[in-house]
Each structure stands twice: as structure tokens, then as C-alpha cells.
């Protein structure tokens, strides 16, 4: 159960016969006015008011996130009963981190503990108190690509509108009708799987908007590459290896790229893209990154692998360009780059 010193002790009505005797009978005292404690949810005992309160919630055994539906504060010294109902009158709330009041035996039990760190982890909501409204969560959840599926925080597997927000500083629109191609043939380039976008939101939330916040507005020069658009530029890219193909799907059903996530081309104007490339490096768990040039565009993938891999594009006298690695302790400390090597 949970307790809060000098304050309260909440817990499960199926532990009360595992509380000390003394509890026990301050529960049975007020069973006398309400009833059989056992078809409630949860109990808690108020250590300085002389209260006891019961709460009931819509299936707390089969949700991770019950919703209180009836909540009854018993006042032993007055011997009243304050009965408040959720049902018609007030929108339920969520009983949060619901493993603070059962126990290893409780149906579903590391389930739910696997939940409750998957939530939290996503660090969108306030938990503190009684944490968000029910309405609250969907919407924090859903604007970020998320849905609940029982125990299972899942992606969502609809199609967001194109103008709907892609991470803080971007539209959905910003990272698909971008690149020279795409604007001067009108090829639509939207992508028809779900997965795509989510990878797409996830580049923008842990890559561009954290280089918006330091460097300033960045300009997109090539992001998601449908099948249609990379028909029209053959010679210049390697859908099977660059993720602007995302999650899409070739003819046999398989991934176009196997390494799944999603990658854009950015510029920053009057910045120095090495310096761009390198905090990115520094401050970012970007999947790959290709630098060419300090005022050429850097090319930046995030995806599920988090590779880390730094390779500079070197030009040859023939104008032919041939990939380095570099480890990214060593692309760090570059303080320029010559691209007059053989």
C-alpha cells in the first residue's frame, strides 16, 4: 500500500487481512455504516481525522488506468457518511500508478509495472497530486504518436493530416513536401503507413527540435522519400540505405530500408555546418549523420539501431565522392575540413 507518514495509508480491499490487528478493526468499525468493504477497490485510512474513505473504480483488476466511479468518506467520530458519485456529475479520474496499492500477487501485477515505467518514461505528464484528466492524457498522448492498448503503451496507427504538428517546431507538411524534386514535379510524397510517421516524429522530437532551440529555424532541402519521388532521382540517392524511405514498404512487402526510422537534409543559414554537425554529434542520439561540406546541407537519420555513425562525404579530384567514417570522439575535436584529398 501507500503510505504517507503522519497522513494516510491507501491499499487494496484484498490486503486488509494482512494489516496489524488495529487497522484491521478501524476497517471492520467502518464496514458497520458502509457494508462489505469487499466489493470496493481501494481503502484509505486518514491517520489524524478519525476518517476512513472507499473507493470503488470501473474494473481496477483489468485496466492499468481504473477510472473512479463511487468514492465514500466515512467519519467515525461523527458517524457519518459523504458520498460522492462520478458517474453522471464529474468526469472519473484515473487512479495513477495503480502498483503503489497492491502487491506482487495481484492479477497482472508486472504488467503493470512495466505500464506505469513506460508512461512515465515519455516525460509528457505531470504525475504529482492526481496527475492529468483523462482527456488530458489522450490528447498529450496522441499528439505525440501514442495510444493506450490495454496493458500496452503502443504507437497509433492512425494517419495524422499533414499540417498537424510534427515534434514542437514542425508540421507533419515540413517534412514531406521539402527538396527540389518534390517541389518542382508536385509529386504528393506522403506516406501510406503509420510507422512512417511515427519515425518522423520521433526524428523531429529528439533531433531537429533541440537543434531548432540552439541554432534558430532550420531549412529542410530533402525529407521523406516516397517510391514516386525517388523514381524521379535515381542517380543521387540509395533508398535502401539512407531512411527518407522511413518504414515504407517495397511491391514484396518488405521495408524499403531496412533500417526503418526516418532522415532528413537540413541547412541553417550564416552557420557553420560543421559546428551544426558536430553539436549534433554531441547533444543528439541521432542514428547516422553524412557531413559534406561546412555550407552544404548534413544529412541526419534517427532510428530504432541509435548507430551513432559519422561519415564525411570526400571529393575527389574527379568530383567523385567517397564516404570516410569517422568515430565520433574523433569528428569532434575536427576543427576544419579540406576536401581537396585524392
Not at 505525440?144 to 515534434?167: A, I, K, Q, W
Not at 575535436?333 to 581537396?340: A, D, M, N, R, T
Request: net charge negative; proline share 8%; with cysteine.
Amino acid at each position: 500500500g501507500l503510505y504517507k507518514p503522519s497522513e494516510s495509508l491507501e491499499f487494496h480491499t484484498t490486503l486488509v487481512d494482512q494489516l496489524p490487528p488495529i487497522l484491521r478493526l478501524y476497517v471492520g468499525c467502518a464496514s458497520v455504516l458502509y457494508g462489505d468493504y469487499r466489493d470496493a477497490d481501494l481503502i484509505k485510512i486518514h491517520i489524524r481525522s478519525g476518517k476512513l474513505t472507499i473507493m470503488k473504480f470501473d474494473d481496477f483488476e483489468g485496466k492499468p488506468l481504473p477510472r473512479m466511479i463511487e468514492r465514500v468518506k466515512i467519519k467515525l467520530r461523527e458517524q457519518e457518511i459523504d458520498y460522492f458519485d462520478y458517474v453522471d456529475n464529474f468526469e472519473p479520474p484515473y487512479r495513477y500508478r495503480k502498483s503503489l496499492y497492491i502487491n506482487e500477487e495481484f492479477p497482472c501485477y508486472p504488467e503493470q509495472i512495466v505500464f506505469e515505467e513506460a508512461l512515465e518514461s515519455l516525460g509528457l505528464f505531470d504525475f504529482s497530486g492526481y496527475g492529468p484528466r483523462p482527456a488530458e492524457l489522450k490528447e498529450g498522448l496522441s499528439a505525440h504518436r501514442y495510444e493506450l492498448e490495454g496493458f500496452n503503451l503502443v504507437r497509433t496507427t492512425s494517419l495524422p493530416e499533414l499540417n498537424d504538428p510534427c515534434g514542437a517546431n514542425l508540421r507533419f507538411r515540413d517534412m514531406i513536401e521539402c527538396g527540389e524534386t518534390q517541389a518542382l514535379m508536385g509529386i504528393a510524397n506522403i506516406p501510406k503507413r503509420p510507422e512512417s510517421f511515427n519515425a518522423l516524429f520521433d526524428l523531429a522530437v529528439n533531433i531537429l527540435d533541440p537543434v531548432i532551440d540552439y541554432f534558430g529555424m532550420i531549412r529542410l532541402t530533402y525529407g521523406f522519400c516516397s517510391p514516386q519521388l525517388a523514381k524521379k532521382i535515381p542517380n543521387r540517392i540509395d533508398p535502401r540505405r539512407d531512411q527518407h524511405a522511413s518504414c515504407e514498404l517495397n511491391r514484396k512487402g518488405n521495408a524499403i530500408c531496412k533500417r526503418l526510422g526516418a532522415a532528413v537534409d537540413i541547412l541553417i543559414e550564416d552557420e557553420s555546418m560543421l559546428e551544426v554537425a558536430k553539436w549534433v554529434v554531441a547533444n543528439t542520439p541521432f542514428d547516422r549523420l553524412y557531413f559534406y561540406d561546412d555550407d552544404k546541407p548534413i544529412h541526419i537519420s534517427f532510428g530504432p539501431n541509435q548507430d551513432r555513425q559519422v561519415v564525411r562525404m570526400m571529393t575527389t579530384k574527379p568530383g567523385r565522392k567517397i564516404p570516410l567514417r569517422s568515430p565520433p570522439a574523433e569528428f569532434l575535436v575536427i576543427k576544419s575540413i579540406s576536401y581537396k584529398e585524392q
